[in-house]
């Protein structure tokens, strides 16, 4: 068997290869329950609506926020503008800016998405005991925090 290229200190090869394995597995899985809906928004738009529910914010920091061009952001952006899923305002503390706000059809939009998106994901982990559960979103959350801090001025939560 070859040897990881990239082993972390204190993670062994075995452990990085589990990481990898089952991190492919369970991303494909989600990947393909979110390619088999028929809905009217991609991923990135699916992320872009989750980061405004969070809150309104400048496409600068969207763009921060997801580690993306701000190109990248604006071409999405319009996209969803033309849906009428997200709308674009004068920023009150800077009028050269605009902030971003989801609207009502959006946050309708990312309901039947998220249930459309997650339900795969929500069944098999409702299978697991009470217990399970909590340290796997302990885990995750864990998991989480430690890559965004491997990603100074990156993506956030």
């Given at each position: 068997m070859m040897e990881h290229p990239i082993v972390a200190e204190g993670l062994t090869?075995?452990?990085?290869?589990?990481?990898e394995t089952s991190f492919i597995q369970v991303v494909r899985w989600v990947m393909s329950s979110a390619h088999r809906m028929n809905g009217s928004i991609d991923r990135a738009g699916y992320v872009t609506l989750v980061v405004l529910e969070e809150e309104t914010v400048r496409l600068s920091d969207l763009a921060t926020r997801l580690s993306l061009d701000s190109s990248t952001v604006s071409r999405q952006i319009k996209n969803l503008e033309d849906q009428g899923f997200v709308r674009r305002t004068d920023d009150p503390d800077d009028r050269r800016a605009s902030v971003l706000t989801l609207t009502d059809a959006g946050a309708d939009e990312l309901r039947s998405q998220r249930a459309s998106r997650w339900a795969p994901v929500s069944n098999a982990v409702?299978?697991?005991?009470?217990?399970?559960?909590?340290?796997?979103?302990q885990l995750l959350d864990d998991l989480a925090e430690a890559c965004r801090a491997e990603t100074p001025g990156k993506a956030t939560r």
């Open positions: 090869e075995d452990e990085l290869r589990r990481l409702s299978s697991m005991s009470r217990e399970r559960r909590r340290k796997v979103l």
